[in-house]
């Protein structure tokens, strides 16, 4: 059974930072490449980020590159994204997935991103 937990959300100002995590569970973390997806208010869900599954290649969308970075921990079984000089912007519910399925969306978590 997938499970993907998403944590380390909240608010931030502009130009703070946060770090989430995703606890995954139910298969081979190993094998899959993970991605973080962003949905912001009124908006559609969108990837942001990618690594392979063995973290030795990242890509990004233009909006956050060079301020988010995805990293992964194959045996702690978490992928995380590192959120600096945020953005009002940035302000979403975000979702960790398994690149190349199985399907699997969690909850998200809220960050917002306010003066």
């Known amino acids: 059974q997938v499970k993907l937990v998403e944590s380390g959300g909240g608010r931030a100002q502009p130009g703070g930072s946060l770090t989430l995590s995703c606890a995954a569970s139910?298969?081979?973390?190993?094998?899959?490449?993970m991605n973080w997806y962003r949905r912001p208010p009124g908006k559609t869900r969108t990837l942001i980020a990618h690594?392979?599954?063995?973290?030795?290649?990242?890509t990004y969308d233009e909006s956050v590159k060079g301020r988010f970075t995805i990293s992964r921990d194959n045996t702690k079984y978490i992928v995380s994204l590192q959120m600096n000089n945020l953005k009002p912007e940035d302000t979403a519910v975000y979702y960790c997935?398994?690149?190349?399925?199985?399907?699997?969306w969690g909850q998200g978590i809220q960050v917002v991103v306010s003066s």
């Open positions: 997935n398994i690149h190349r399925g199985p399907d699997y």
């Open positions: 690594i392979n599954s063995a973290g030795t290649s990242t």
């Open positions: 139910g298969f081979t973390f190993s094998a899959h490449g």
